[in-house]
């Protein structure tokens, strides 16, 4: 056969080709695995990106971080961040404040001064916000707005937003197992599961904590489960269940003077001893559900529900010859609405978010106060003979129903290139029930409030690495139910029977409200990351706290008071050693100025219960290979223990270390963590007097002495 031509041998070699291609279209195309997952930012990436969108202050906490050391408490997870205080008294209920917020309501059961959210769900009511549910290792990270920026998250208090995002199949390993152990019989155990499955993801916690405290009579245990299951029904329609139950008991020590702090600080005081003091949680459930709408490109809509039960058992009071109980059983539910929307505002790119949270007191919100012991009631001479009840004598019982329902508007608009434009409004309608049941009264408080919260502020992007921002804002922060009751001067007359003495009408408080200037930047430089924030807060009717004997408190609304501040943060690369290496240097530093204005009484006295100058540091060495090795500081300034500031708890340094090996695949971990290396006697939280005339009087908690804690994590990813 001749040979062809070579415009034929062309035409025969383009068509084999084109045939070779329509038989490999014929059958399926085998690729590698797209995982479009990791090519998306991640949630921590996605909400620091989010939060340099607010133009103001904020803290972003990854647990990945925290998770190499002791995790006991919601103090650790806050710990080197600027602008926020949190101190543990040796157990849960941590001291929290931010920007002075709640400055001396706490450490207790409902602290107060900033509104904390669960996966972006409301978790504080108008009782204020319990501690057994905050358990670390549930969370991924932990956002802190600090201030009047927390209102896009529907917060109008003074100290702003705590929101702790849980776990989920995204983010959880296959199994994870955890154990830590250290001083003072500290133990720590949690099991975890999470996995994406399709459309459905799930994780699930079990965690259990014991600890013989420092103190004498400080010893503790908790016991619970969080869960949460989600569900994408479609491309744009995704819902989540969450569940989070917890059991906690506490012996309660009781607070020290300065002078006991010094020379035995791991006693208790006598008095929580004679009655056995104690704070329990016999069980408190959170249940919700989060649902969230891609309307389309631009616009979002999320709905939310939650129910919380909360029912308390303490005994902390003494009464005549013995303590009583009292038992508490709140529960309440909450709603949000939030819709988000990009667009154009006369030709200007503009995002809108208009949103709705609302948290309403179930009518179980009741308590009960009864004699733990066999009770003899005294009265004053002329006011009967003596007389005697058995334990469990009713003594009183009350009941405080609220809500705080809050309507916000926010909007940012872009003005120029790199300069926005934020504008707010929210509107706050509160309702307050109290009343005595029994011995029965008429003496009903109903208080109705409404009250208003703008907002305005700038953010301007100076250059791709440094951001400057300023905003002028008001906060509201409704008084608690059951303070309108506890702060009452309205007593039952002096007599022979048990309510003998006891408040027996609440009384009306005021909101407090605050009008905040704030101004400052963050970003990237030779230094490192960097943030600094200088605000100035005017604060009418400010609710403060004093205890009026002990163990029991008054709050009532003050003369003009004054919150500034200054907030630093830096994280500064040191050394860069490649192979060998890299040492880094974290620090935090907050200046904070709360004094009265022209009180009638303390004149512009410093407020009591903060330090006023507040330091953390650590500097940390990282070897590619998963080893880390650091040391820390931790300073606090001398702090007034009472309004007329005539006496002060001493100021006080405490170093640490910390020494660790990380698996670079993350599928295991070990840790040291020494506490306190100089064993410092100082006071860590301190819970104010009105004028204790320069006397050493017992209002301190101490402390931690030198500790020494280590723990393993095994994860199978």
């Not at 917020?101 to 409902?110: L, W, Y």
């Not at 960097?530 to 100035?536: G, N, Q, R, S």
């Amino acid at each position: 056969m001749p040979p062809l031509p070579s415009t034929a041998r062309l035409s025969l070699l383009t068509l084999a080709c084109v045939t070779s291609h329509i038989a490999l279209a014929a059958q399926p195309l085998q690729l590698d695995a797209l995982h479009i997952d990791d090519m998306q930012p991640s949630e921590a990436q996605a909400a620091r990106e989010d939060l340099a969108q607010v133009p103001g202050a904020s803290n972003l906490v990854d647990m990945a971080k925290v998770e190499q050391g002791r995790v006991g408490g919601v103090a650790d997870v806050l710990a080197y961040q600027p602008g926020v205080y949190a101190q543990s008294p040796g157990n849960e209920g941590v001291k929290i404040s931010v920007r002075g917020s709640g400055i001396n309501r706490g450490p207790g059961s409902h602290a107060s001064g900033t509104h904390i959210l669960l996966d972006g769900l409301p978790l504080t009511g108008s009782g204020g916000t319990p501690y057994e549910l905050l358990e670390p290792l549930w969370i991924s990270r932990a956002e802190v707005l600090r201030g009047a920026n927390g209102l896009t998250r529907g917060s109008l208090a003074l100290g702003g937003a705590i929101d702790y995002i849980s776990h989920t199949g995204y983010t959880a390993p296959k199994l994870q197992l955890r154990y830590e152990v250290g001083s003072h019989g500290y133990q720590k155990r949690n099991i975890a599961s999470g996995q994406v499955l399709g459309d459905f993801d799930y994780y699930l916690a079990l965690t259990d904590s014991e600890t013989d405290g420092y103190q004498d009579h400080s010893s503790g245990q908790g016991k619970g489960i969080a869960a949460n299951f989600g569900y994408r029904l479609n491309d744009t329609l995704e819902t989540r269940f969450y569940l989070r139950y917890r059991e906690t008991e506490h012996e309660t020590p009781g607070r020290l003077s300065k002078a006991q702090i010094e020379h035995d600080p791991r006693t208790a005081a006598s008095s929580n001893l004679s009655i056995d003091a104690h704070r329990d949680q016999p069980g408190s459930t959170w249940l919700a559900n989060k649902t969230t709408w891609q309307i389309d490109d631009d616009s979002t809509l999320v709905a939310g529900l939650a129910y919380h039960h909360y029912p308390m058992d303490i005994v902390e009071n003494r009464y005549q010859n013995t303590g009583y109980r009292i038992r508490v059983d709140y529960s309440d539910i909450s709603g949000t609405l939030n819709y988000n929307r990009r667009h154009t505002l006369f030709g200007l790119d503009s995002t809108t978010t208009i949103g709705f949270r609302s948290t309403t007191n179930l009518p179980s919100s009741q308590s009960r106060e009864t004699a733990d012991g066999p009770l003899t009631v005294t009265p004053r001479p002329g006011n009967g003979s003596p007389a005697s009840y058995p334990a469990g004598t009713l003594m009183r019982a009350y009941e405080h129903l609220g809500s705080d329902n809050v309507l916000h508007l926010s909007n940012d608009t872009e003005l120029a290139p790199d300069l926005w434009l934020t504008s707010g409004l929210a509107l706050i309608y509160t309702r307050r029930e109290v009343q005595v049941t029994q011995p029965a009264t008429d003496d009903t408080l109903s208080q109705h409030t409404w009250d208003y919260a703008p907002r305005l502020g700038l953010r301007y992007q100076l250059t791709p690495d440094v951001q400057l921002f300023g905003n002028i804002s008001r906060s509201v922060e409704p008084p608690h139910a059951w303070s309108m009751l506890w702060s009452s001067p309205l007593r039952f007359p002096d007599s022979n029977l048990p309510s003998s003495n006891r408040q027996r009408a609440p009384i009306s408080l005021d909101n407090q409200t605050a009008t905040t200037f704030e101004v400052g930047g963050r970003g990237d430089s030779a230094l490192g990351q960097w943030e600094l924030t200088y605000y100035y807060s005017q604060v009418r009717h400010e609710l403060l706290t004093v205890e009026i004997e002990p163990n029991v408190f008054a709050e009532s609304n003050a003369s003009p008071t004054v919150h500034q501040g200054i907030e630093v943060g830096l994280s500064s690369p040191l050394w860069q050693g490649g192979a060998a290496g890299a040492l880094s240097l974290r620090q935090a530093y907050t200046f904070s100025d709360f004094h009265y204005r022209d009180d009638d009484a303390f004149g512009d006295n410093r407020l009591p219960g903060l330090p006023r100058h507040y330091y953390q540091a650590e500097v940390r060495y990282d070897h590619p290979s998963g080893f880390y090795a650091g040391v820390n500081t931790q300073y606090a300034s001398k702090v007034a223990v009472d309004y007329a500031n005539s006496y002060y708890a001493d100021a006080y340094a405490t170093f640490g270390a910390t020494l660790g090996y990380a698996s670079p695949k993350d599928d295991w971990q070990a840790w040291l963590d020494l506490r306190n290396l100089t064993d410092k006697r100082y006071a860590a939280t301190v819970t104010p007097g009105y004028n204790d005339n320069g006397a050493d009087i017992a209002r301190s908690t101490p402390g931690e002495g030198f500790g020494v804690y280590t723990g393993v994590s095994w994860s199978w990813l």
